[in-house]
């Protein structure tokens, strides 16, 4: 099995999302979250024909 079909199955099966879900509890737990230097941020820009 490659690298990247093992990537791509992992993403399809939601691995990374219940991983980083895992740490946050983990670290909250803990103590060792704080939510109030958290930040969301999310950008959408259309590529124009011939890049950059």
Do not use: P
Not at 26 to 42: F, H, N, P
Request: charged letters at 30%; glycine letters at 8%; aromatic letters at 10%.
């Amino acid at each position: 099995m490659t690298v990247f079909r093992r990537f791509t199955e992992w993403t399809e099966a939601r691995v990374w999302a219940k991983l980083h879900r895992l740490v946050l509890d983990e670290l909250g737990a803990r103590g060792e979250l704080d939510w109030s230097r958290c930040a969301i941020d999310s950008v959408s820009v259309r590529a124009l024909k011939g890049g950059s």
